[in-house]
């Protein structure tokens, strides 16, 4: 990056940040994240040509980094550099060489630490809590090993080899993908917004004629599972609410997302593309909500309410800020309620 006349490195920082001290972005009790003199783990972009993986040029190739507070990169790892990993069939191979759309299946959505967890306490080195989360704007979920670089724990993208993944049903252009924090109700489980939408490479279908994005799905979930069984400890859908069938896109956000396990045992959910945060409880009922008022105009005629990702903060991660009175919102009865008429 040139200012001034004057070459500045640039991280090309995306989608996620996370500061040594706390293994993800968001509040967990004890596990402050460092102020000073700590090292930051992020998403970036790199440019260029894999020709071994697709024929497209690249503008955006995911790579994560961890970058030590003089600025000095550490630590980085490529999706694109180590493709051979994830066990590709032919099917999706030849569907990304032929066209790598949007650089979907070597870009990331996500990065945390694993963190402090009951698995490596019990001896399952694969959750190492300095190895890496992450997740593929594909159909995968995985960790990396900090040490090795490689991938020793993997969800997706072949659905249909295992029981397990069949019941859990394809994972598709999922966002947050993390392990739940010691000290938050459900520590050691993995949560993950599966938005939905299409994604993934492989065999053609009606709907992906040449393989590229053909895993599709036009309502997304939030998934709870068990990483060692892949048991789905706690979902939340349209259809988890009671929604009937057919309602399915009332949950429904393609892109962006994410969802926050909150001390008291709830989960604040960002359906992002409809700008619109809810706390929900373990049975699903949406206990609080905000919808952003703010319209953005997409490319075209259509307007969305965008929020990438809210986090729930306690009062002391700003202190800089008065704490805010809080009051009870005790909305009131559907059948009482009324829209003043607008005058003249």
Same mark, same amino acid.
Not at 174 to 188: D, N, S
Not at 256 to 285: D, F, K, W
Not at 326 to 338: H, S, Y
């Given at each position: 990056?040139?200012?001034?006349?004057?070459?500045?490195?640039?991280?090309?920082?995306?989608?996620?940040?996370?500061?040594?001290?706390?293994?993800?972005?968001?509040?967990?009790?004890?596990?402050?994240?460092?102020?000073?003199?700590?090292?930051? @783990?992020?998403?970036?972009?790199?440019?260029?040509?894999?020709?071994?993986?697709?024929?497209?040029?690249?503008?955006?190739?995911?790579?994560?980094?961890?970058?030590?507070?003089?600025?000095?990169?550490?630590?980085?790892?490529?999706?694109?550099?180590?493709?051979?990993?994830?066990?590709?069939?032919?099917?999706?191979?030849?569907?990304?060489?032929?066209?790598?759309?949007?650089?979907?299946?070597?870009?990331?959505?996500?990065?945390?630490?694993?963190?402090?967890?009951?698995?490596?306490?019990?001896?399952?080195?694969?959750?190492?809590?300095?190895?890496?989360?992450?997740?593929?704007?594909?159909?995968?979920?995985?960790?990396?090993?900090?040490?090795?670089?490689?991938?020793?724990?993997?969800?997706?993208?072949?659905?249909?080899?295992?029981?397990?993944?069949?019941?859990?049903?394809?994972?598709?252009?999922?966002?947050?993908?993390?392990?739940?924090?010691?000290? @938050?109700?459900?520590?050691?489980?993995?949560?993950?917004?599966?938005?939905?939408?299409?994604?993934?490479?492989?065999?053609?279908?009606?709907?992906?004629?040449?393989?590229?994005?053909?895993?599709?799905?036009?309502?997304?979930?939030?998934?709870?599972?068990?990483?060692?069984? @892949?048991?789905?400890?706690?979902?939340?859908?349209?259809?988890?609410?009671?929604?009937?069938?057919?309602?399915?896109?009332?949950?429904?956000?393609?892109?962006?997302?994410?969802?926050?396990?909150?001390?008291?045992?709830?989960?604040?959910?960002?359906?992002?593309?409809?700008?619109?945060?809810?706390?929900?409880?373990?049975?699903?009922?949406?206990?609080?909500?905000?919808?952003?008022?703010?319209?953005? @105009?997409?490319?075209?005629?259509?307007?969305?309410?965008?929020?990438?990702?809210?986090?729930?903060?306690?009062?002391?991660?700003?202190?800089?800020?008065?704490?805010?009175?809080?009051?009870?919102?005790?909305?009131?009865?559907?059948?009482?309620?009324?829209?003043?008429?607008?005058?003249?």
């Amino acid at each position: 990056m040139s200012v001034d006349g004057k070459k500045h490195w640039s991280s090309r920082q995306n989608h996620d940040i996370v500061r040594e001290g706390c293994p993800v972005g968001y509040h967990v009790p004890d596990m402050p994240p460092k102020l000073e003199n700590a090292k930051t @783990l992020m998403l970036s972009y790199r440019t260029g040509e894999w020709p071994e993986i697709t024929r497209d040029f690249l503008p955006r190739a995911t790579r994560m980094i961890e970058v030590t507070w003089d600025g000095e990169i550490v630590w980085e790892w490529m999706p694109a550099e180590n493709f051979d990993q994830f066990g590709h069939d032919d099917a999706y191979r030849n569907a990304i060489m032929r066209q790598c759309r949007n650089q979907n299946g070597v870009f990331q959505n996500t990065c945390s630490y694993v963190g402090p967890n009951k698995w490596f306490d019990a001896g399952d080195t694969r959750f190492d809590p300095e190895n890496i989360i992450t997740d593929d704007r594909g159909t995968m979920v995985y960790i990396i090993s900090k040490k090795t670089g490689e991938i020793v724990w993997k969800v997706g993208p072949h659905y249909d080899r295992d029981p397990a993944l069949r019941e859990m049903g394809c994972i598709i252009g999922p966002h947050h993908a993390h392990m739940i924090p010691k000290g @938050l109700p459900g520590a050691g489980n993995i949560l993950v917004y599966d938005n939905g939408g299409a994604a993934g490479y492989g065999e053609p279908n009606p709907g992906a004629p040449d393989g590229t994005w053909n895993a599709l799905r036009d309502h997304s979930r939030v998934l709870e599972f068990d990483p060692v069984t @892949l048991e789905i400890v706690w979902e939340f859908s349209a259809m988890t609410q009671g929604f009937p069938d057919g309602e399915e896109s009332r949950v429904y956000s393609r892109y962006e997302s994410g969802a926050q396990r909150l001390p008291n045992g709830n989960t604040l959910v960002t359906e992002s593309r409809r700008g619109r945060l809810i706390e929900v409880t373990p049975e699903c009922e949406v206990v609080w909500e905000y919808v952003s008022p703010y319209n953005l @105009l997409d490319s075209g005629d259509l307007f969305f309410s965008d929020v990438f990702r809210g986090y729930r903060v306690p009062y002391d991660w700003a202190p800089q800020a008065e704490p805010t009175p809080e009051r009870a919102v005790i909305p009131p009865p559907n059948g009482e309620f009324r829209i003043p008429p607008v005058e003249g």
